[in-house]
């Protein structure tokens, strides 16, 4: 009787977000796997023309293939030196010194900025005429730069721009470096190691589960890069279509043209991808992360 109470209790608390779910994700979901193989605008009743969406994504579409390129330059530089920053970032202020506080708290403010607001700080520090980026470069006599208005410049621009919220990472990091057992560092002492053995024998290991989960949740995030370069280019994804990432094409596809039965396949072959590498990333990369055992 009790069993049965306690199964009735679980089910009237999970309802609510199983609800949520089938409602609002899975549901949705499923309809845009219906939508990828049909012509939908939006209005009307979908047509159903089976692998043709897909079929014009890969054969005919060069800016399917000019947003993937772009996303994959993004990812490939922006995600391992967010990586690395924020962690190095998480490793100087977490030493025990004076108003440590006040430094963590500074570092960790930018993050909870709406990204419309910073995308707007970053497109006047980064304009070319009038903002601090060539002013700071002029004075030191250095040669200046178009920035976001340059095809060479505007995707290193936003890997710049993106290294701005690495303050949310970096609590993270930070949370687990504290977690690190002092008693090792003691015993490595005793041992005679270096400041570098220290760091990279006890601390990058004890904390690989959550370098990894940054890992992750990094990619991931950068796959879907949007709003940044929708703001600084005025949603055009210019100049020349070189800030024009995938998710960006997939919104002008589905909501700007209306075509959202081809706007539902980008998406889904989107998903695709952070799928199969979300796997290989556990299969080959999650073998070398440390998990402390219980015993």
Known sequence: MLSKNRTKLFYMFTFPWIAGFLLLTAGPMLYSLYLSFTDSTGFGSPQWIGLENYRKMFAEDPLFWKSMGNTLFYTLLSVPLSLVTGYLLAVLLNAKVRFIGIFRTIFYLPSIVPTVATSLLWTLIFQPNFGIANAILDFFGLPTSMWLLSEQMVKPTLIIM??????????????????????????????????????????????SPVIFFQLIMGLIGSLQVFTQAYVVSSGTGGPNYQSMFYVFYLYQQGFRFFNQGYGSALAWVLFVIVLVLTVFIFKFVGKQVYYESGD
């Open 162 to 207: 993106s290294l701005w919220g690495i303050g949310g990472g970096m609590v993270i990091y930070l949370a687990s470096l504290q977690e690190v057992p002092v008693s090792l560092y003691e015993a490595a002492e005793l041992d005679g190691a270096s400041t570098w053995h220290k760091f990279w024998n006890i601390t990058v290991p004890i904390t």
